[in-house]
Nanobody
């Protein structure tokens, strides 16, 4: 069965950087589009970034565009989220997600496997 395991979260100050990782097992990783979503305190889960199977196409939420970068290493079955210039409002639990098919997608309903989440807390 598919398993997604996130890591790399933590407590940082505003302006700092973090890199999240999500290791995937149980599926042929390169056959799947991937994404990161997040859920802040008292908020609904929201889209952050998505990437296609090869890494040639990525899409970002407006709130993170220019600060975050999604990437993948198909040899390591891992997707990453590099987060720079972190803001207090980036505080959330970050989830990686895997979808059927190779294309990227910004909609949570397109994804059928999710990780357990990793907490990112940004102090102002």
């Amino acid at each position: 069965q598919v398993q997604l395991v996130e890591s790399g979260g933590g407590l940082v100050q505003a302006g700092d950087s973090l890199r999240l990782s999500c290791a995937v097992s149980g599926r042929t990783f390169s056959d799947h589009g991937m994404a990161w979503f997040r859920q802040g305190p008292g908020q609904e889960r929201e889209f952050v970034a998505t990437i296609n199977w090869s890494g040639s196409t990525s899409v970002y939420a407006n709130s993170v565009k220019g600060r975050f970068a999604i990437s993948r290493d198909n040899a390591r079955n891992t997707v990453y989220l590099q987060m720079n210039s972190l803001k207090f409002e980036d505080t959330a639990v970050y989830y990686c997600a895997l979808k059927p098919g190779r294309l990227e997608n910004t909609q949570a309903l397109a994804y059928d496997a999710w990780g357990q989440g990793t907490q990112v807390t940004v102090s102002s």
